[in-house]
């Protein structure tokens, strides 16, 4: 294919036969190879393309080894905690909230019981949103003796206490006698205002 693309014009002429060449054997990909390493352009513009594509590779490369080196070696970080508030809040069906008010209470002790010595007393509520609470623990942590991956295993302790202590300050709500909620409005009363206000709307 490079020998039958013989064009003494120029270069584009080249690239424009190069392209129909590759159409016709279905090369799509040394067409494209073609147009972007081999077109007119300043030689600084080319050098800082291959550059950049070099930096990227070498990221990618690292990437892998790193991934490679934590599998060959076993040290991946696990840590094998799923989302406890969801799945308690899914079983509620309004007859048992004394007994889910339990098992939230107890989750929250086995989790406190989990997190290091250093942070059993630690308000999770804090370190929920906001990066610089967490910049805050991990000072904290390497402080008192504790590496990266407790540092990591501790702020996902402490996110997933911070749900369940929102769970239940739910599940502690007076319930209502007409299925209601406590902040809002039936779905009646919403649509009795909205048929008023749209009959105040209308013309006469």
Excluded at 20 to 44: D, H, P, T
């Amino acid at each position: 294919m490079w020998n039958r693309a013989r064009v003494r014009t120029g270069s584009l002429q080249a690239l424009a036969q190069l392209g129909r060449l590759s159409r016709r054997y279905k090369i799509e990909k040394v067409q494209r190879l073609s147009a972007n390493f081999e077109r007119a352009c300043w030689r600084s513009v080319r050098c800082a393309e291959e550059r950049a594509y070099h930096e990227k590779y070498a990221f990618l490369r690292h990437c892998v080894d790193v991934i490679n080196f934590r599998r060959r070696e076993g040290k991946e970080r696990r840590i094998p905690l799923s989302n406890l508030a969801g799945s308690l809040a899914s079983q509620f069906t309004g007859d048992n909230q004394a007994q889910l008010q339990r098992r939230v209470q107890s989750q929250i002790e086995r989790l406190r019981r989990s997190l290091p010595a250093c942070l059993a007393d630690t308000d999770a509520t804090r370190f929920e949103t906001g990066q610089p609470e967490q910049s805050e623990l991990l000072r904290y942590c390497l402080d008192h003796g504790l590496g990266r991956s407790d540092f990591e295993s501790a702020v996902c302790t402490l996110g997933e206490i911070a749900r369940l202590q929102q769970l239940q300050a739910r599940l502690a709500e007076p319930p209502t006698t007409d299925g209601s909620d406590a902040r809002g409005y039936l779905k009646r009363e919403l649509l009795a205002m909205a048929r008023a206000a749209s009959a105040a709307a209308r013309p006469s």
